[in-house]
């Protein structure tokens, strides 16, 4: 049973064209987080998300937003995606300082 | 800071022998530590998972050794077998309570 669901697995947006991807879990954790990774890196922490606290990690650009609506969604806005933010992007939930993470299998943008 | 793996080293190693990852970890305030595995086109997979007051942890065909000393992480896998191939990435917790952030990857290919 999908525990973190990322949808939709692949993404195709154009250049400056706002896009949404999205995550769902099943865990009821109270930590989300947001990855992007790109090819042959490690995954690259955006934002994470306390409960409804947002923690935005400094190095995120300001074209890169997150929406915590209740406890099992989480949303990546991409206000005007440019070629250079084609990556895997990756949800991933924690039960909080204790815990692990687990991850859903990510979305696969592509910027046209 | 983080620690973004490029141009990621690669492990070969013959099937049944065993293998061992390195990580070297960069914030010596952390006190958790966790392993992943990733497939292509996937996401990280939990493995196994240490906290700072221990320096072995043993799981089915795995074992993660910390050393805090020298910020010294390391997975050792029993009898590699083709399924593991993937690429590992070590990730520590403490900190900041639930920013979980990744070390370099290494990439482990199983040859038969």
């Known amino acids: 049973d999908a525990m973190v669901i990322q949808n939709p697995r692949y993404q195709v947006t154009q250049f400056g064209k706002p896009v949404t991807l999205s995550c769902s879990q099943t865990l009821n954790h109270n930590v989300m987080y947001w990855y992007q990774q790109k090819s042959s890196q490690a995954p690259k922490l955006l934002f994470h998300y306390y409960d409804k606290d947002f923690n935005n990690e400094a190095d995120t650009p300001d074209n890169f937003q997150s929406r915590r609506p209740n406890t099992s969604f989480c949303f990546l806005d991409i206000r005007s995606p440019g070629l250079g933010d084609a990556a895997m992007y990756l949800c991933?939930?924690?039960?909080?300082?204790?815990?692990?993470?687990?991850f859903g299998q990510g979305t696969r943008l592509t910027v046209v | 800071g983080e620690s973004v793996g490029l141009h990621l080293p690669t492990l070969s190693v013959q099937e049944g022998d065993n293998s061992i990852i390195n990580c070297a970890y960069s914030?010596?305030?952390?006190?958790?530590f966790i392993w992943y595995k990733q497939e292509s086109g996937k996401g990280p997979q939990f493995i196994i998972d240490?906290?700072?007051?221990?320096d072995k942890r043993q799981g089915q065909r795995v074992t993660v050794l910390l050393n805090k000393t020298v910020k010294h992480l390391s997975l050792q896998i029993a009898a590699t077998q083709p399924g593991d191939s993937a690429v590992y990435f070590c990730a520590e917790k403490g900190e900041y309570g639930n920013k979980l952030v990744f070390g370099a990857g290494t990439i482990l290919r199983v040859k038969s």
């Open positions: 914030n010596s305030a952390s006190d958790y």
């Open positions: 240490i906290r700072s007051n221990m």
């Open positions: 991933a939930t924690s039960r909080g300082p204790e815990g692990g993470a687990f």
